[in-house]
């Protein structure tokens, strides 16, 4: 079983992208497990809490150290990441040579009301993983959806069924990358 670290970059109770969240979550039963890090609680990043890191700040580079891959599902704010979603990803990186980011596969998604979704933050996101954070994230297929109201119901089941099947093959892609990623790790530690 996979262990996912499922980073949602909206803090909105009602959340498009919390909803597609948990909607990846019930296609990926019994081949992945997702653990959601919060990331609204964890201070604004300032280098000078690095000395005394605060325990949200732990426990979010515990739960991105513990799992075998990363997905992020993130909204689209100004044509760009959320600062919320930006100051989780300065707060893993941290402090230098700590990186927690590095080298876990990663998946990026996103919905909005809007005709091309997440696109451009989804790009912006993917300089910054397989960039900087250095994490090989997968390029294929790309999810860019319009957020519709019929695409999931109130149980986070996906009932248009072309969505699913759209969903459930970006699932099965993501899980053969992190397994192919684990077991390149493997055998570097072998």
Known sequence: ????????????????????????????????????????SVPLFNQDLES???????????DIESADGVLFVTPEYNRSIPGV?????????????????????AAICGTSPGAIG????????????????DMPTMGQPEMYITYKDDYFDADHNVINEGTRKFLQGFLD???GWVDLHAAARRQQAA
Do not use: C
């Not at 909803?19 to 959601?36: D, V």
């Not at 230098?96 to 596969?105: D, H, L, Q, R, T």
């Open 173 to 175: 892609k993501f899980a």
């Open 1 to 40: 079983m996979l262990k996912i670290a499922v980073v949602v970059g909206s803090l909105r109770k009602d959340s498009y992208n919390k909803k597609l969240a948990r909607a990846l979550e019930k296609l990926a039963q019994g081949r992945m497990i997702f653990t959601y890090v919060d990331i609204g």
């Open 52 to 62: 005394d890191v605060p325990a949200t700040v732990h426990k979010l580079k515990a």
């Open 85 to 105: 979603l930006k100051n989780a990803i300065d707060w893993g990186s941290r402090p230098y040579g700590k990186n927690s980011w590095a080298g876990k596969p």
């Open 118 to 133: 997440t696109a451009v933050a989804q790009t912006h996101l993917r300089s910054i993983t397989s960039g900087f954070l």
